[in-house]
């Protein structure tokens, strides 16, 4: 084994620097790879852990953290692992893994690498214990590091359920050719208010509607952020072509409105849903009707 | 950037067809009012489909071109808006409330149609000419 | 360097990737903000890197045009000045990060600017209160004499 150059220390240590010691751990680790890598695996079986895949997964699988692991350790930098664990709960949480399976096999890494120290230097203690000291903030980092990636990466595939759901639970629905209605339920936040908005304008586009009706009788009560964004609602409709009618506007929400400056006179409401598809239909039919009375049928779509 | 203004019938359609600077934007403006004298057209469709962005200044030339259209007889509207840059109109806070808008060409070209009936300007077979797609 | 160009806004820095070992990410840029023609490159450059984070395509639409009014000020008022663009992305959140900044005259009365509805010679005067609400977050700095420096964020997931 080639000599080894004196690296620069990291603290100052009475003995040997905390680099080294690192070091001497690292190459331990390799050496005894294959052993340390299947008692690991023994003990997940062991533990129950990972039961959404299989052995050859297990093991396929824990020869890559283990790669990682120590490769952290000698480097020192956790960009690499950082990345794998990503990587990793993208793959395993679609298998169902959770969270405490994942800190628990770290953590069994852990228990299984500081026991193969315990025994390789039970004749020196003090030897074991600097060993020790320059192993544990390196391994509890490295737990840490992936035990958090999964969990954010989690976090993030709620996040996006969450959200398939909430555009899901609010229909833009489509009964008479060039109309729309869009009933709301429940309470709006800014952010689903957002999301309603949206998917509006597109269901506008998508449809080619002229008329939207948005019910708002099932809106308990409304803020004035929110009140806003009906407004912008609105507005942003006109700009493609189509007109709101509001419906179900119940007199607190009336309030809210004009609290923020809405002129309720400019605004198009009907007292209830209906009412407002009445309307809405007599404003396509008026509007069929004026183009005819030219006399002249108007181009029909390409 | 020149953008292209083709006639249709009594009417012009301008397609811009990505992002145009200050200047373009003026020179266009500038080439609708120019066109739309020399051909006599009742009406302009302007179509932003390809605008990924409308900022105040592309909203307040879109203004001034409607008015100035307006002192020559004729009837502006804006089409093909995206959702997205609609939202962000509104909430710029920008305000093209004194110009139309419809949805795209075809819903544009029918607007005019019965905006212009509806001045009983009726020029002499516009219903057919408006059956008709030269290009 | 760019010397005389008749149009100018070509960027300062041209925007290096990779300052992430892993993937190839901009994360910074700076544009020099002289003309018309700047505010477009301005938008569009914004728009692209803010794409690189998980931004929907309104939000996207939303930084493109305060970008694009953040520019027209300059120009506007200040006649030059510069537009920088920078990415966050840590792992609690990302977002991306605009500072518009000129030497130009400033602006007299800052609360005055941010009242809706306020105008001066443009129909809309400065259009701040607009930027303001297109963003998540809205500082501006602005000395008279000295110029102004505006800095809008805007954060993924709200």
Same mark, same amino acid.
């Given at each position: 084994m080639a000599k080894l150059a004196e690296p620069p220390a990291r603290t100052p240590q009475p003995l040997e620097p905390t680099a080294e010691l690192l070091r001497e751990l690292v190459a331990h680790l390799r050496q005894n790879r294959t052993q340390l890598r299947e008692e690991w695996a023994r003990r997940i079986t062991e533990a129950k852990l #990972?039961?959404?895949?299989s052995k050859d997964e297990i093991f396929a699988e824990a020869t890559a953290v283990y790669d990682n692991y120590v490769e952290a350790l000698e480097s020192g930098t956790f960009e690499a692992l950082q990345a794998y664990a990503r990587n990793l709960s993208e793959r395993i949480i679609p298998r169902g893994v959770e969270t405490h399976e994942v800190i628990g096999i770290v953590l069994l890494l852990r228990d299984v690498l500081a026991r193969s120290l315990f025994a390789k230097y039970q004749t020196d203690f003090a030897l074991l214990n600097r060993i020790l000291d320059a192993y544990e903030p390196a391994a509890n980092r490295i737990a840490n590091t992936v035990a958090v990636g999964f969990v954010q990466e989690r976090e993030r595939v709620i996040r996006e359920q969450q959200e398939a759901i909430r555009i899901l639970s609010t229909p833009v629905l489509? /009964?008479? %050719?060039?109309l729309l209605i869009l009933p709301i339920i429940g309470v709006i936040d800014p952010q689903r208010a957002r999301q309603l908005t949206e998917q509006l304008l597109r269901g506008i586009r998508a449809n080619r509607a002229k008329v939207v009706v948005i019910d708002i009788?099932? /809106?308990p009560v409304m803020d004035a952020t929110v009140a806003n964004h009906l407004v912008q609602t609105v507005e942003a409709a006109r700009l493609l072509g189509a007109t709101v009618i509001i419906t179900g506007l119940s007199p607190e929400i009336a309030q809210t409105l004009v609290t923020i400056g809405v002129d309720l006179g400019k605004m198009n409401t009907v007292g209830d849903l209906q009412g407002g598809i009445e309307e809405a239909e007599r404003a396509l039919g008026y509007k069929i009707v004026l183009m005819s009375e030219a006399g002249t049928p108007p181009p029909s779509p390409a | 950037m020149q953008v292209p203004i083709l006639k249709q019938g009594l009417f012009l359609i301008a397609t811009i067809q990505s992002a145009l600077s200050d200047a373009d934007l003026m020179q266009l403006r500038d080439a609708i009012v120019e066109q739309v004298g020399k051909r006599r057209s009742r009406g302009v469709i302007i179509d932003v489909?390809?605008?990924?962005v409308m900022d105040s200044f592309a909203t307040r030339t879109l203004r001034d071109i409607s008015q100035m259209i307006r002192l020559r007889g004729a009837e502006t509207v804006i089409v093909g808006i995206q959702p997205e840059v609609a939202l962000a109109l509104v909430q710029l806070g920008?305000? #093209?409330?004194d110009v139309d808008t419809a949805l795209d060409l075809e819903e544009g070209l029918a607007f005019l149609g019965q905006k212009i009936k509806s001045f009983g300007?009726?020029? &002499?077979n516009a219903g057919r000419e408006m059956g008709t797609r030269e290009r | 360097m760019s010397d005389e160009h008749q149009r100018s806004g070509r960027?300062?820095?041209?925007? %290096? &990737?990779?300052? %992430?070992?892993t993937a190839k990410v901009v994360k910074e840029s700076r544009i020099l903000i002289q003309s018309d023609l700047d505010i477009v490159e301005a938008r569009q450059q914004g728009r692209m890197m803010a794409s690189?984070? $998980?931004?929907t395509s309104s939000e996207l639409t939303l930084v493109a045009t305060a970008i694009s009014e953040l520019a027209r000020n300059i120009v506007a008022y200040a006649s030059r000045g510069e537009i920088a663009l920078k990415l966050v992305n840590h792992s609690e959140k990302q977002g991306i990060v605009v500072v518009a900044s000129d %030497?130009? &005259? $400033?602006?007299?009365d800052v609360s005055l600017a941010l009242q809706d509805g306020y105008s001066t010679s443009?129909?809309? $005067?400065? $259009?701040l209160p607009g930027v303001r609400r297109l963003m998540d977050e809205f500082e501006i700095e602005t000395t008279l004499g000295q110029g102004t420096k505006v800095t809008v964020k805007k954060w993924t997931n709200g």
């Open positions: #990972l039961t959404a895949m489509q /009964v008479r %050719e060039r009788t099932g /809106v | 489909t390809a605008l990924d920008l305000n #093209l409330a300007h009726r020029a &002499p | 960027k300062l820095d041209s925007a %290096e &990737p990779s300052i %992430e070992k690189q984070l $998980g931004f %030497e130009g &005259p $400033g602006i007299r443009r129909s809309l $005067g400065m $259009g």
